[in-house]
């Protein structure tokens, strides 16, 4: 069995499968309105599923006529959960404080009618939301058009034929839940975005803070550091980097490297702009570097898909050494031998003596004995030229000896 609604009148039919397959050839007529229901029209209604659970919903009934009042609870009770009420001042109360899931009111009514209490119906927060049908003995069109204007959804003249009242209650009621399934769905997703919202910015908090604390590891580096895009132009420069060049960051940040960091340390070999810097004369007053001796470290930055996004750059300061016209960088260390040498002459010169004293006097015993002449001569030679280059590097005069 299937369940399908008319396009006339909204009403619920229940339909064998067989019917449904032969549609084309035997149209069907609609159990409440007669409307005849062709296979275009049932396409859209088609549903698997049982009719919803009417029970689940409450209807507000108002009108003054008791009787008409009594009829339509009795009959509509049977379905769904009814409140009723005989003038517009307490059905605004209940409306407000049961919040019905839809209002059947009646137009004419004495003191407040059915137009002023569907407008403050509409115009109160709390029941603004819920549907209304208008039920009036009036067949006049602009009293139609008047209540849809006000915000009804539906009008139904009396007499009510209650088959019509259910089904036109049935369709409005199926409307709203699936407005209500839609609206469930759209909250959960909304706070599913902003629970992923929440997520993503205390991770770019957190990533922030990373980037932050990077960035003031990197500031007490005493090597300099500039961290640019693949066009050269600068991201961010250490304060190594920004005492050297006497710059703040903000002016360094956005500026091509090689038009604001001029000195020749930081020309990079790897760079595509080292043969343009190279080529280019240049009046800038260039540092004189007799004693530092540069290394460029050129550090190539990748993103998530491997591709070059930008390139550090890292200048390595070798100070006390000098570089000669070939090439090669020596470490002077003549005055540190000087130095040393000063410091313990006087040691130097005493041990020198002692140690040569003593092989002289060894080199004398040994040459008494003839099987051990041939050691001594070897070992008194070597004494008397260390004796010679030690005098030498000492300054000091050597008696040379007969």
């Known amino acids: 069995m299937k369940v399908i609604f008319c396009e006339e009148c909204g009403g619920k039919n ?11 050839n035997q149209p069907l007529g609609c159990q409440i309105c007669g409307n005849i229901i ?7 209604h088609l549903r698997a599923s049982e009719p919803i659970n009417t029970l689940h919903y409450h209807l507000l009934l108002i009108d003054d006529d008791f009787a008409h009042l009594q009829l339509m609870k009795t009959t509509l009770e049977r379905e769904y959960t009814v409140s009723i009420a005989s003038t517009g001042v307490h059905g605004l109360e209940l409306a407000a404080e049961r919040k019905p899931d839809l209002i059947l009111l009646d137009l004419s009514m004495p003191g407040i009618d ?11 927060p709390i029941t603004r939301k819920i549907t209304v049908i208008f039920v009036s003995a009036r067949d006049d069109k602009d009293d139609e058009y008047k209540g849809f204007t006000l915000g009804a959804v539906d009008y139904i003249n009396k007499p009510i034929n209650l088959q019509i009242l259910n089904a036109r209650i049935t369709a409005q009621l199926r409307l709203k839940q699936l407005i209500d399934q839609q609206k469930k769905q759209s909250d959960s997703l909304i706070h599913s975005l902003h629970q992923d919202n929440i997520q993503i910015e205390q991770e770019l908090e957190r990533l922030q803070q990373d980037k932050n604390n990077q960035l003031a590891l990197l500031d007490l580096v005493q090597d300099r550091l500039v961290i640019e895009d693949t066009e050269a132009r600068i991201l961010w420069a250490n304060k190594a980097t920004r005492d050297f060049c006497n710059m703040r960051l903000s002016d360094l940040v956005g500026s091509l490297r090689h038009e604001v960091l001029r000195d020749p340390s930081f020309h990079c070999k790897e760079c595509a702009v080292r043969q343009e810097i190279s080529q280019r004369k240049s009046t800038d007053t260039r540092r004189e570097q007799k004693d530092v001796s540069v290394k460029v470290l050129h550090v190539p930055l990748f993103d998530e898909n491997e591709e070059i996004k930008g390139v550090a750059h890292i200048i390595q300061e070798q100070r006390g ?6 090439g ?4 002077p260390a003549e005055s540190a031998m000087k130095s040393f040498i000063d410091k313990n002459r006087r040691a130097i010169r005493d041990n020198l003596a002692t140690i040569l004293f003593g092989i002289d006097a060894i080199g004398s015993l ?3 004995n003839k099987d051990l002449e041939t050691v001594s001569r070897p070992v008194t030679k070597a004494a008397e030229e260390l004796d010679y280059m030690v005098c030498n590097l000492l300054d000091f005069k050597r008696n040379d000896k007969k």
């Open 14 to 24: 229940i339909v064998a499968d067989e019917q449904l397959e032969h549609i084309d």
């Open 38 to 44: 062709s296979q275009e029209t049932i396409i859209p």
């Open 114 to 124: 059915g137009y002023e209490v569907c407008k403050r119906l509409k115009e109160n």
């Open 321 to 326: 050494v000098q570089q000669h016209d070939d």
């Open 328 to 331: 090669q960088i020596c470490q």
């Open 366 to 368: 040994l040459r008494e």
